[in-house]
Nanobody, 129 residues
Framework: QVQLVESGGGLVQAGGSLRLSCAAS????????MGWFRQAPGEEREFVAV????????YYVDSVKGRFTMSRDNAKNTVYLQMNSLKPEDTAAYYC??????????????????????WGKGTLVTVSS
């Protein structure tokens, strides 16, 4: 079992920045590709970013590319999402996810939500205009 706990959400003005963290329990963190997803009220959960097991490869949805940066620190069992130049349309609950079988590349191309191994409970990001 792996438990994921997100933190760092909050209220921020448009143009501002936040850094989300996702702390993972377990002994095999480096064997999991990690992802960030978000879900706005009344919307389906949406892919945001993924990172490979080693942290050497990342992929982003077009709407955040150039503004968001995903990273991981395997020594700390933690992944991050640095969010800059935030827009009101970024407002959502942000969830981290872990999967031991998917690679970052296959996860990016599939945008898979169903069947992902582990999910956090989410952290809310609200961007005011």
């Amino acid at each position: 079992q792996v438990q994921l706990v997100e933190s760092g959400g909050g209220l921020v003005q448009a143009g501002g920045s936040l850094r989300l963290s996702c702390a993972a329990s377990g002994r095999s963190f480096s064997t999991y590709a990690m992802g960030w997803f978000r879900q706005a009220p009344g919307e389906e959960r949406e892919f945001v970013a993924v990172i490979s097991r080693s942290g050497g490869t990342t992929y982003y949805v077009d709407s955040v590319k150039g503004r968001f940066t995903m990273s991981r620190d395997n020594a700390k069992n933690t992944v991050y999402l640095q969010m800059n130049s935030l827009k009101p349309e970024d407002t959502a609950a942000y969830y981290c996810a872990a999967d031991q079988q998917l690679t970052a590349g296959t996860w990016f191309y599939s945008r898979r939500v169903d069947g992902v191994d582990y999910w956090g409970k989410g952290t809310l990001v609200t961007v005011s205009s």
